[in-house]
Every structure is written in C-alpha cells, then in structure tokens.
C-alpha cells in the first residue's frame, strides 16, 4: 500500500507549475514544457533502475531520445556530468535542471516568489514518492528468508507425496466395513492453499515488475508524459457563462432513467435521524436559564451533601479532640500550679523552732535538712498521683 501510494502522478506538479509560470507566448509554453520534461525524466529514470519493465523498453539511455524524454544535446550534457561530476548516480541531474528553468522564470517575472517556493516544495515532494520506491528496492526482504520458506514447502510436499499414502490394508478380503483411500484429499487440499499463498508471497516481493497482477509503470509514465505536455501547452479557460441552475434557487440533482428509484442514504448525523423517524418533541420548548443549584440530580446532591458533612464532621472531632486535648493539659497545669502554691503556703506556716546561742549551725542545718526531707519527697508522690488521678484533697494542716 505505501508503493501504491508513492507511484509519483505528474498532475499536482504539472498544475503548480502551470498555473503559476504565466505567458502564453512561446517562451512562457517553451519553460512549462520543459520543466515538467525534466520531471518526467527523472521518474522513468528511477524506474528503469529498480524496474525490469521500464529497464527492457529503455535499455540505453538513446532510447530516451527516441521516446522524447530528452534532446541529443541533453544527453551529452548528462553523459559529461556522468564521467566528471557523478558517476555513481545522476538522478539528481534532471531535477537541478528543473530547478534552474524555475529560477529563470521568476527572473522573467514570470512566477512569483511565492508561487515558486510552491513549485519547488511539490518537486521537492515529488522526489519524495520516488524516493521511497528507490528506498524499498534497495532493502528488499532477505533473501534467505526467501529461499528457506519456497525450500520448505516445496520439501515438505515432496515428503507427504510419501509419507501420505494409505499403507493400511483390510483384515481379510471379506471385511466390508473396511473403506480404502487412495487419493489423499486432505493433502492436495493444503498443496492447493500452501503453494497458493507462496505464489502470492512470491509475487508480492517486486511489484514492479512483469507479472499480471504488478503495477502498470508502463501505463504511469505515458499517462503522466501525455497529462503533463497537454497540460503545459494553451489552456485557458472558458468564457463565463450562466448554469443550467441559475435561475432557480435551489439545484436539483439529476438521474438518469435507470437510477430513479435508486435509494440515497443521506450523510447526517444520527440524532437528527432518528428525530426524522419520529423522535420529536411535542408542543412547544420552554427555554429557561440555567441554575446550577437545580440542575444537580438528587443523587448527585445527596452524594456531594453526605460527602461534605463526612468531611466537615472529621475536621470538627479532629479539631474537637485536639482542643480537649488542650483543655485537658490547661487544667492539669493550673491544678499542679495551684497545689504547688498550697504547698508553699503550708510550709510557710510552718514555724522553726527557737534556737538558743549555744546551738551549732552544723544543728541547725541538720533540722532544716529534716525538714525539707519531710516536705519534698511527699510532693512528687502527690504531683504524679495528681497527674493520673486527676486533683487529690490537700492534707490537713493540722496532721
């Protein structure tokens, strides 16, 4: 299919290049003319290199004169460009030389320089489909791949013409239920399809060449050859004049006797159709503005609703832990500051007793050591107590 497509058809080329080269003097037909020439060259060029069809109707390159392609001066100056410049491959000659005539005729003010960048951009694509078909002859399906498949099945037939027969004999001359076959059905069913298809690879693998179901490049390059010189020569068109539907507003197509009662399948969409059919709406349509807040199925309302409040209610026992959690430390804390402050009240109730001159410091300091000892270790029993059983009943002064 990408062969197909890539054949190379001189019609879009050939209508850039004469609709935009204007004149209709001899110079301007002479440039037309000779631009699509030179296309039309280089195309039966390439074919004759990847085609044995084109090779065997163009087997010199004088041939090209006799069928009009080139003149005898054109192909001397190919031939010297041919040993001095590319002997490899001079596909490029005829193009540069169209190319060249494009650019003398936008020096002739003949073309614009818009309409040449399009010429050029259509031969440029020309030389692409061409390019392609070169691509494809140039990398062809390996030729092991090839010869192991046409090996194979012409091997394993030649195997069944053996392996197949029917060696099975009757237990005795009187068996009757005992069916015989002598031809293998089944075998020639699979030659058929087998050697089928390998006959269809096999013609797959150069579609251009002289096979009945190849392309016709015979058939392109003289369509193409005719298209493009009838094209390139005075074809202006018509005067203007008035339709057969002028007058009328609407144009009715037309059928010939044969085709009247022929069924037209309209292209339009499938709403309207069925609308056709009978689908319609009855009475009149009430337009009225859209309100977002009623436009919301019950569902869809219920769903959002239950949706938000599950949401709303996380974040609030979220938050309402965290406050409680909060609240619950304030309270600990004033209560532990507030026993504290008990607690230092209570001691400073209590009065040291009255010592006398004769007493030692090393005395005093021993009472005060007994008692901070009575004081401070039965607070932190009480502060931890306080913490995990909430505020206990301060202790009685008088205790």
């Known amino acids: 299919m990408n062969m197909a497509s890539n054949l190379g058809f001189i019609d879009l080329t050939a209508m850039h290049v004469c609709s935009y080269i204007?004149?209709?003097?001899?110079?301007?037909?002479?440039?037309?003319?000779?631009?699509?020439?030179?296309?039309?060259?280089?195309?039966?060029?390439a074919y004759r290199s990847i085609s044995n069809v084109i090779f065997n109707r163009f087997p010199t390159?004088?041939?090209?004169?006799?069928?009009?392609?080139?003149?005898?001066?054109?192909?001397?100056?190919?031939?010297?460009?041919?040993?001095?410049?590319?002997?490899v491959n001079q596909l490029w000659v005829p193009l540069h030389w169209a190319f060249g005539l494009v650019s003398t005729a936008r020096n002739e003010n003949r073309i614009t320089d818009h309409g040449m960048q399009d010429v050029f951009k259509r031969f440029v694509d020309f030389r692409g489909n061409v390019g392609t078909l070169l691509g494809f002859d140039c990398i062809p399906i390996p030729l092991l791949y090839t010869q192991v498949v046409c090996l194979t099945v012409r091997l394993y037939f030649i195997i069944c013409l053996m392996g197949r027969q029917n060696l099975e004999q009757a237990i005795d001359n009187n068996y009757i239920d005992h069916f015989q076959i002598?031809?293998?059905?089944?075998?020639?069913?699979?030659?058929?399809?087998?050697?089928?298809?390998?006959?269809?690879?096999?013609a797959l693998l150069n579609p251009l060449g002289d096979d009945d179901d190849d392309f016709e490049v015979n058939f392109l390059l003289d369509r193409n050859f005719q298209v493009a010189m009838a094209m390139s020569g005075q074809t202006d068109p018509p005067e203007l004049v008035h339709d057969a539907f002028w007058e009328s507003d609407i144009a009715v197509p037309m059928y010939s006797m044969a085709t009247i009662n022929t069924v037209v399948n309209p292209m339009?969409?499938?709403?309207?159709?069925?609308?056709?059919?009978?689908?319609?709406?009855?009475?009149?349509?009430?337009?009225?503005?859209?309100?977002?807040?009623?436009?919301?199925?019950?569902?869809?309302?219920?769903?959002?609703a239950s949706l938000h409040f599950t949401v709303m209610d996380a974040m609030k026992r979220r938050f309402s832990r965290a406050s409680q959690q909060d609240d619950e430390e304030s309270v600990l804390r004033k209560r532990r500051s507030s026993f504290a402050a008990a607690v230092m009240a209570q001691k400073d109730k209590v009065k040291?007793?009255?010592?006398?001159?004769?007493?030692?410091?090393?005395?005093?300091?021993?009472?005060?050591?007994?008692?901070?000892?009575?004081?401070?270790?039965d607070l932190q029993p009480v502060l931890e107590t306080e913490e995990e059983n909430g505020p206990q009943r301060l202790p009685d002064s008088s205790a």
Do not use: C
């Not at 002598?182 to 690879?201: L, S």
């Not at 059919?277 to 869809?300: A, F, H, L, N, W």
């Open 22 to 45: 204007s004149g209709d003097d001899e110079r301007g037909i002479m440039l037309r003319r000779n631009i699509l020439r030179y296309v039309l060259f280089f195309q039966a060029l």
């Open 61 to 87: 390159l004088e041939s090209f004169i006799a069928a009009g392609y080139i003149t005898a001066d054109e192909l001397k100056k190919f031939n010297e460009i041919k040993e001095k410049r590319s002997p």
């Open 182 to 202: 002598y031809v293998p059905v089944m075998t020639i069913f699979q030659f058929v399809f087998y050697m089928g298809w390998m006959k269809v690879a096999e």
């Open 268 to 304: 339009i969409g499938s709403a309207l159709l069925a609308e056709q059919e009978g689908r319609k709406m009855s009475g009149e349509v009430i337009m009225v503005p859209r309100d977002d807040t009623t436009v919301i199925d019950e569902s869809r309302r219920s769903s959002a």
């Open 352 to 377: 040291p007793r009255t010592t006398s001159e004769s007493e030692t410091q090393a005395d005093f300091g021993s009472r005060h050591n007994d008692t901070s000892v009575r004081i401070v270790p």
